[in-house]
C-alpha cells in the first residue's frame, strides 16, 4: 500500500480552490508506486492524478515535472502537470510538495508482441527528439558511480559466482566512454508498467521520475531488456527487431552507436541487477518490501554477455 | 467549404518531420470554420487540428496560441498547441502561418438544459481566472470604438427603426465606463457551437481566435445571450440562473458588476448584431456567404432594453 499520506476530502478541496479544476467530484488512494503517495482525482473538468511526494530530492522535483510538461506540449502523451492559479506546478500539501497531472487513458500490457514493440520504438525516439529543446537537466543518478558504491554495499551478499559476475561487469563497462554517444533527456525506465495502450494503440507514457540526462541509446537498451525478453531472458528477435526498426526510422543510429549496443545492454541489465540487490538487501526502515527479484537481471546478463554475436547482428539485419 | 488551402499528403509528412507527433496514420478537410483552413489530422500518437491561417493578423497568432497552451496547463479542457522540435507553434505551411492542435473528444449540444449552462459557467469562471496569470495582452478589437466605426458603416442599410434603435443604444452604452469593471482575458466568442460535451458532461471549449483582453462581465454576458435565450430572444430565468449561479459560486461578482449586468447583456447584443450586419452588407469578396441573421440579434437587444427590470433580478435571486 502506497498512500503514506492520508488526504480528506475537506484538504483537497481547500487545496484544489488554488486551481481552475472545477468542483471536486471523487478521489481515491492509488496502491502502485513505491515512491510517492498517489490519488486518481475527478473534477468538473476532469481526470488528474494528485502526488504528494514523500522523499524524493525536492530540488529534482522541478526537472521533473517541468520535462513532462515540455513532453506533453511535443505531443508525446504523458501526464500534463497542472499549474496552479499564481502558475506553480507545486504547492505543498498536508507539509508534502504536490502536484496533480492529467491521467492518461489506458492499461499496460505485460504481453507486448511486435506491434506493441514498434509502437514503444517509434515513442522513444520521438521522446529522445522533443527532449532535446528542454531547457533544464540533470545528471543520471545511476550512473557507473552509483553502480560503483552499491557493487560495493552488495558484494558481501553475493554467492562467488555473482561476486564474480559483477566484478567483471563492472570492469569490462569501465573500458567504455558513455559520453561519446549521442545523448539528452532519456525516461531512463520505460518499463511494460509504463507505457499505456487502449486496445492495441499506445496512450500514454507515465512515470517520468528516473528521467535524466545519458546516452539516448542506453535508454533504448534499458527498453528492450524488458519489452523484448523471451520467458529465458534472452532477447527475442522478432520483438526486438520490431522496436529497433521503428526506433531508428524516427532518429536513425550513429555506426558508434550499433557498435556500442551489446555493452549498452549490458550496462542496462547491470543497472537494474544492482538497485533490486540493493532493494531487497537494503530496505529502507518501515517499509513493507516491494523489492523484485535480482536475479531476474543476473540472468539477462549472463545471457548477454553469453550472445554477444547474436546482439550485434541486431543492426545488420 | 472552408479549406482554402489544399495540403497534400506529402506536404502534410514532410511539415509533421519537424514534430515528435509519430506517423501520419490519415487526415481530411474540416468544413467549419470562415477564417481559416482546418484539418483533422491523425498520428501514432493522437488525434488534433491543423490549422493554416489565411487572414487573421500574424502579430495577434501568438496571443491566441500561447492562451491556449496556458489554460491547457491550468486545466481548462481546450486544444493544446503541439511544439515543433525547435519549440515554435507556428510553423509556415504551404506559405502560411499554421499551427497543430490537440483534438478533442465531445460535440456541440445546441438544446442546453440547466445543468449545461451551470458547467459552462463554472467553466467560463475558471477560464477567466486561469486567465489571471496570462502573460500577454490583447485589446478588443471589438469595443466600443469598433461600434462606432461598424455603425456608421452600416447605419445606411437598416430601415428607420433599427437606424433609431442602434443611434439610441451607442448613446447609452456611452455613458458607462467598462474599465471600471473587473477585467482580464475573456474568450468573447463563448456560443454554444464553441464548447464541446461527451454525454452530458462539458468535455471541450473551441475556438479562441476571439479572445481579449475585457471586462469578464461581458463574456459573461455574451455567453448568456447565447445560451440562455428563449425562442422568442427572451432570457429563460432557469438557464441564467444555473449558469450565474455556477459562475459566481467560483468568482463571486463586485456589487459594480451587478450593477452593470442590463448594459453589458446589452453591449454584447449590440456588438453580435453589429457583427452580423456588417458581414450581411459587406461580404467579403469572393466570399461564399456564411452571414447569419442579423435580426436575431436586434431582437435580443430589443428584449434587453424592454425586461431591464428582469435582467437586473438575475442577481437578486
Chains 1, 2 share one sequence.
Request: hydrophobic content about 40%.
Amino acid at each position: 500500500m502506497s498512500v503514506y499520506t492520508t488526504v480528506t476530502p475537506e484538504e483537497l478541496k481547500a487545496w484544489l480552490t488554488q486551481y481552475s479544476l472545477g468542483t471536486l467530484i471523487e478521489f481515491q488512494g492509488i496502491a502502485a508506486g513505491i515512491e510517492n503517495t498517489n490519488y486518481f482525482v475527478t473534477t468538473s473538468h476532469g481526470r488528474y492524478v494528485l502526488t504528494l511526494f514523500e522523499r524524493m530530492a525536492e530540488a529534482s522535483l522541478p526537472f521533473y515535472i517541468h520535462l513532462m510538461a515540455h513532453l506533453a506540449s511535443h505531443g508525446i502523451p504523458c501526464p500534463q502537470p497542472i499549474a496552479s492559479l499564481d502558475n506553480r506546478y507545486l504547492n505543498p500539501l498536508k507539509g508534502k510538495p504536490a502536484c496533480i497531472v492529467t491521467r492518461l487513458d489506458g492499461a499496460p500490457d505485460m504481453q507486448p508482441g511486435p506491434d506493441h514493440c514498434a509502437q514503444v520504438g517509434e515513442m522513444l525516439a520521438d521522446l529522445h527528439l522533443a527532449g532535446k529543446s528542454y531547457g533544464i537537466s540533470l545528471a543520471n543518478p545511476r550512473g557507473p558511480h552509483w553502480w560503483r558504491k552499491t557493487a560495493r554495499a552488495v558484494m558481501p551478499k553475493l554467492d562467488s559466482a555473482a561476486q564474480a559476475l559483477l566484478t567483471e561487469e563492472l570492469r569490462f563497462q569501465a573500458l567504455y566512454r558513455f559520453e561519446d554517444l549521442p545523448r539528452g533527456v532519456i525516461h531512463a525506465d520505460l518499463f511494460r508498467d509504463n507505457v499505456l495502450f487502449e486496445g492495441a494503440r499506445l496512450s500514454g507514457v507515465i512515470d517520468f521520475y528516473f528521467a535524466c540526462n545519458d546516452a539516448w541509446l542506453y535508454d533504448l537498451a534499458i527498453t528492450v531488456n524488458d519489452w523484448c525478453l523471451t520467458e529465458d531472458c534472452t532477447v527475442d528477435a522478432a520483438r526486438v527487431q520490431a522496436m529497433l526498426g521503428s526506433y531508428s526510422a524516427r532518429r536513425p543510429l550513429t555506426a558508434i552507436e550499433k557498435g556500442a549496443w551489446p555493452v549498452m545492454l549490458r550496462a542496462a541489465a547491470l543497472r537494474f541487477w544492482l538497485s533490486r540487490l540493493y532493494d531487497l538487501h537494503f530496505p529502507r526502515p518501515g517499509e513493507v518490501t516491494h523489492a523484485k527479484d535480482p536475479r531476474h537481471f543476473q540472468r539477462v546478463l549472463e545471457n548477454h554477455i553469453r550472445q554477444e554475436a547474436e546482439l550485434r547482428r541486431h543492426w545488420v539485419v
